[in-house]
């Protein structure tokens, strides 16, 4: 007797969305993330949704693949995506001829694009450089992964799922030629234990081709990192696109608020290598300019690094060259082993989609012939149930916070945190550890994620902890020094003018009047 139907290794988007595609369709699913929901690539992104008008050129399918799915995840979570909208711009770098290309293969991919007059475009974006010489409108979006994994992770929930944080997979078990269940460790505690199963879903990302290993499976998956940086101001309301061929730096999207412009595109041997360059962080400020002068002199917040999965069968792309769509490998018929399906590639835009491919294939194997809901299964805010199924509102915290009682005490001020919130999200997560539970919470708060990065909120965060009888003196303060230490990874790349100041000054309340490096943890 199996104790799942499925285990989905993976707490990413995919994983996510597998696990609620299969519980929809009447399974018993457990979702295996080693660490918290989004700890991996899909939390470690600039938070564009694709219209698919990046890859029209280059690569028609993905372009197809994102644009569907854009209009599907605007109708079904839709208080994790900003209608922000999208430009492509052709700067004074950019070759002027590409224009006309791109909207060509744009129109063959039924991408909406609506040219506009650059006046038109400062006049709604007076940020952006009026040497640009051309303008386009299209159906982008800003969206919010932590948002969709908490609902995600909600919803398999509410459906009888089990989501399994802070557990690692540490080997596949087989008999008979397939795949039967899964070692798992509690990197809590250390302690082990086997999940039996009737199938596996590897959607592990970057680390798939790890996860296939331990089942005798062979998968090249091309990890490519991409750094990006979070600037301190907005500066559009609008997704900003470079109109040529992708590079480096040439996408600006309007996150909450703060400005995240990425990527770097740069292959490494190992998916956990988040290391962040100087010239990356360079890079970055110096191809803002070309699309917001004044760009470079403004202040950056944080740098961080995602690694993109990427996979062709039988290909040897890198990098940019490899192709953004995805691949559902049945091991039945591809390596004649049972039991196991992976799901690799693709992007956060087609996250669905990848998880109804992959539900398809196991359901078929188990003669399951429900069919997938997922396009029409709307999630709810997980966080705030009483606003209905609307858009993300930019001033939306605000407005809560101003309908709030009087004495409600404002815990993060610059993402409008109150004590409430922060009591509610740590109640949602009984069983976390102090080492990780102020992460977990920013993850589902933003706590921590503006102008300060942690400098006033985490103390007091950590002092509420201890507060609730959660956690004794010593865990919140060991919660509170590894939450200053994350904030703290972010910030290093980016030590001059007021990001410096910043630091000294966090430095000085933890360190010079907290005396956290010094007390005992």
């Known amino acids: 007797m199996s104790d799942f139907d499925v285990l989905i290794i993976g707490g990413g988007a995919t994983g996510g969305g597998a696990a609620l595609d299969l519980a929809l369709r009447g399974l018993k699913v457990a979702l295996i993330e080693r660490a918290d929901?989004?700890?991996?690539?899909?939390?470690?992104?600039?938070?564009?949704?694709?219209?698919?008008?990046?890859?029209?050129?280059?690569?028609?399918?993905?372009?197809?693949?994102?644009?569907?799915?854009?209009?599907?995840?605007?109708?079904?979570?839709?208080?994790?995506?900003?209608?922000?909208?999208?430009?492509?711009?052709?700067?004074p770098d950019d070759d002027p001829a590409y224009a006309d290309q791109w909207v060509a293969a744009c129109r063959a991919c039924d991408i909406e694009t609506e040219e506009i007059s650059v006046g038109q475009m400062l006049r709604d974006e007076s940020a952006l450089n009026p040497r640009i010489t051309r303008a386009f409108r299209v159906p982008d979006a800003s969206s919010d992964s932590f948002d969709v994994l908490t609902a995600l992770g909600?919803?398999?929930?509410?459906?009888?799922?089990?989501?399994?944080?802070?557990?690692?997979?540490?080997?596949?078990?087989?008999?008979?030629?397939a795949v039967v269940g899964?070692?798992?460790?509690?990197?809590?505690?250390?302690?082990?234990?086997?999940?039996?199963?009737?199938?596996?879903?590897?959607?592990?990302?970057?680390?798939?081709?790890?996860?296939?290993?331990?089942?005798?499976?062979a998968i090249t998956v091309?990890?490519?990192?991409?750094?990006?940086?979070?600037?301190?101001?907005?500066?559009?309301?609008?997704?900003?696109?470079?109109?040529?061929l992708p590079g480096d730096g040439d996408i600006l999207v309007p996150v909450g608020t703060v400005a995240v412009i990425g990527t770097t595109s740069v292959n490494v041997p190992d998916p956990n290598d988040t290391s962040?360059?100087?010239?990356?962080?360079?890079?970055?400020?110096?191809?803002?300019?070309?699309?917001?002068?004044?760009?470079?002199?403004?202040?950056?917040?944080?740098?961080?690094?995602?690694?993109?999965?990427?996979?062709?069968?039988?290909?040897?792309?890198?990098?940019?060259?490899?192709?953004?769509?995805?691949?559902?490998?049945?091991?039945a018929t591809r390596d004649g082993v049972g039991g196991l399906v992976t799901v690799v590639g693709g992007k956060f835009t087609t996250y669905r989609l990848m998880a109804e491919r992959a539900a398809d294939v196991v359901c078929k194997q188990l003669g399951v012939t429900k069919p997938c809901v997922t396009k029409s299964y709307v999630l709810p805010d997980a966080r705030f149930p009483f606003t209905g199924a609307k858009p993300h509102w930019l001033g939306h915290r605000l407005k809560h916070f101003e309908a709030a009682p009087a004495q409600e005490q404002l815990i993060c001020e610059c993402e409008i945190v109150t004590r409430k919130d922060l009591e509610d999200a740590a109640h949602a997560h009984p069983d976390v550890v102090a080492t990780w539970v102020l992460d977990d919470l920013r993850?589902?708060?933003?706590?921590?994620?503006?102008?300060?990065?942690?400098?006033?909120?985490?103390?007091?965060?950590?002092?509420?902890?201890?507060?609730?009888?959660?956690?004794?003196?010593?865990?919140?303060?060991?919660?509170?020094?590894?939450?200053?230490?994350?904030?703290?990874?972010?910030?290093?790349?980016?030590?001059?003018?007021?990001?410096?100041?910043?630091?000294?000054?966090?430095?000085?309340?933890?360190?010079?009047?907290?005396?956290?490096?010094?007390?005992?943890?």
């Open 154 to 177: 909600a919803a398999v929930q509410t459906l009888g799922g089990s989501v399994l944080t802070y557990h690692e997979v540490v080997g596949l078990t087989a008999t008979g030629g």
């Open 276 to 331: 962040i360059t100087a010239w990356e962080v360079r890079k970055m400020l110096e191809e803002g300019e070309k699309m917001v002068p004044g760009f470079s002199q403004a202040r950056a917040l944080r740098a961080w690094a995602g690694v993109r999965p990427l996979y062709e069968e039988g290909g040897a792309a890198l990098g940019r060259d490899a192709k953004r769509t995805f691949a559902v490998l049945d091991h």
């Open 222 to 244: 091309r990890p490519s990192k991409g750094t990006m940086v979070a600037m301190a101001y907005r500066f559009v309301n609008t997704i900003i696109n470079r109109c040529h």
């Open 443 to 521: 993850r589902d708060l933003r706590l921590g994620m503006g102008p300060c990065q942690g400098g006033f909120c985490g103390y007091r965060a950590a002092g509420i902890l201890h507060d609730l009888g959660g956690v004794d003196a010593s865990q919140a303060t060991a919660a509170l020094a590894d939450f200053a230490q994350r904030r703290w990874k972010g910030q290093r790349p980016l030590l001059w003018g007021q990001g410096l100041r910043q630091a000294l000054l966090d430095e000085q309340i933890y360190r010079g009047i907290l005396g956290l490096d010094r007390v005992e943890k």
């Open 37 to 91: 929901l989004t700890d991996g690539t899909s939390g470690r992104y600039h938070g564009l949704l694709h219209s698919g008008g990046r890859y029209a050129v280059r690569d028609p399918e993905s372009a197809r693949e994102c644009i569907e799915e854009n209009r599907i995840l605007r109708k079904i979570v839709p208080h994790a995506i900003e209608d922000t909208g999208g430009l492509f711009v052709t700067t």
């Open 182 to 217: 899964a070692t798992v460790r509690n990197v809590r505690t250390g302690a082990e234990r086997h999940l039996a199963a009737a199938m596996i879903v590897n959607a592990a990302g970057a680390w798939a081709g790890q996860i296939a290993a331990m089942a005798g499976c």
